[in-house]
């Protein structure tokens, strides 16, 4: 593995002496995530897929470190033959899907809302930057960094300040167990529903609420993790049609690798919102994360929509971009400050410029 990293970081300094942009890719599974790919002649592929394997694993301290171009499937399979997991399900988009662009894309999926994001679970890592020199941030223990915490800076900056090539990862115990269940409810009702759980000491570990054909209704669906009697207490409190055991394990995959029905529709939008944000009245949607986290399908005034929920103190993503306009930009418009500070980083990390340039703001 040491003479892939070499070449990689070979690659690096030719491109950079030459000015030559790079495009960093795993598996290929989330190149449709953020700014358009500029044309084949006009930028150099930094393929890390054949850089992996678990470095370590210690399931006492739970913490394993892998290289990024590892198959997600590889280390979850791992992680399962010891009653383990990712406590954020990150999707997975294929068996192709790597941990480096798991990590890079930063995206979580239906546990989040009560696990944390993928960025909590990040310990350290290991970039390859622009001079072909691997940086080591972090470690593999929750307090061990004094200052900036750079490898939580990594997790979701789409490979815009350098490589990752390795990655330090906490993981949890798998929930001993979980249940289903599913209210028929409108639009506000669920998000009504929702909020009022927040405050009350249910161990709900994902929500959904999907639109019903005629749009006027829907079904709100809640999952439960935690010990038997916990479990049990919050179904009586929920109430709601108990689903199969099989039939949730299905939906609930379905929503964290996007293959449910509702994620074939295009244009697609991400939305993020802070908890009690009222229902945008838009059409089609899905929601996940209590509200948090809602899916809109469909052409939308991005401008407008954006608009829209800046107000409420959220931010809308282009997720899914066929049938957008070229020129709306993936990921909400930053604020000038925070803009300048990603220019400053940008340039810190990346004085030439030569990684995923304009993939996370057109600016960078």
């Known amino acids: ?97 790597t941990l480096g662009g798991c990590v890079a894309s930063g995206l979580s999926g239906p546990r989040r809302m009560a696990a944390g994001s993928l960025a909590d679970f990040v310990l350290g890592t290991r970039l390859l930057n622009a001079d072909g020199n691997v940086l080591r941030f972090g470690g593999e223990v929750m307090k061990n960094v004094a200052g900036y915490d750079v490898s939580r800076l990594l997790a979701g900056s789409l490979g815009i300040l350098g490589a990752l090539v390795e990655v330090s990862l906490k993981v949890v115990p798998r929930p001993r167990r979980e249940a289903t269940c599913v209210l028929a409810v409108d639009e506000a009702a669920a998000l009504d529903l929702c909020l009022r759980w927040r405050s009350r000491p249910l161990p709900v570990s994902a929500t959904a609420w999907v639109a019903d054909a005629s749009g006027a209704g829907g079904k709100l669906s809640v999952r439960l993790s935690g010990n038997e009697s916990a479990v049990r207490q919050a179904l009586a409190e929920i109430g709601g049609e108990r689903l199969p055991d099989e039939a949730a394990d299905a939906f609930w995959l379905g929503l964290r690798d996007q293959t449910h029905a509702f994620f074939r529709q295009r244009p697609l939008w991400r939305v993020v919102l802070p908890a009690g944000a009222p229902a945008l009245g838009l059409a089609p949607v899905l929601h996940e994360w209590g509200g948090g986290l809602r899916w809109l399908a469909g052409s939308h005034d991005a401008a407008a929509l954006r608009d829209r929920v800046r107000a409420l103190g959220g931010s809308a993503c282009l997720y899914r971009r066929e049938g957008a306009p070229a020129d709306v930009p993936a990921f909400h418009p930053l604020a000038d400050g925070v803009l300048q500070i990603h220019r400053r980083l940008k340039r810190e990390f990346d004085p030439a410029g030569i990684f995923n340039a304009h993939r996370l703001y057109p600016e960078l």
């Open 1 to 97: 593995m040491e003479f892939v990293l070499s070449e990689l970081c070979e690659q690096v300094v030719t491109a950079r002496a030459a000015k030559r942009p790079l495009l960093i890719r795993g598996g290929g599974t989330r190149l449709f995530y953020g700014g358009p790919l500029p044309a084949a002649d006009a930028a150099s592929w930094l393929d890390l897929s054949a850089y992996q394997g678990v470095v370590s694993y210690e399931p006492s301290e739970l913490v394993l470190t892998a290289r990024a171009g590892t198959p997600l499937a590889e280390i979850e399979a791992l992680l399962a033959s010891r009653e383990q997991m990712l406590a954020f399900e990150p999707p997975r988009f294929g068996a192709a899907g």
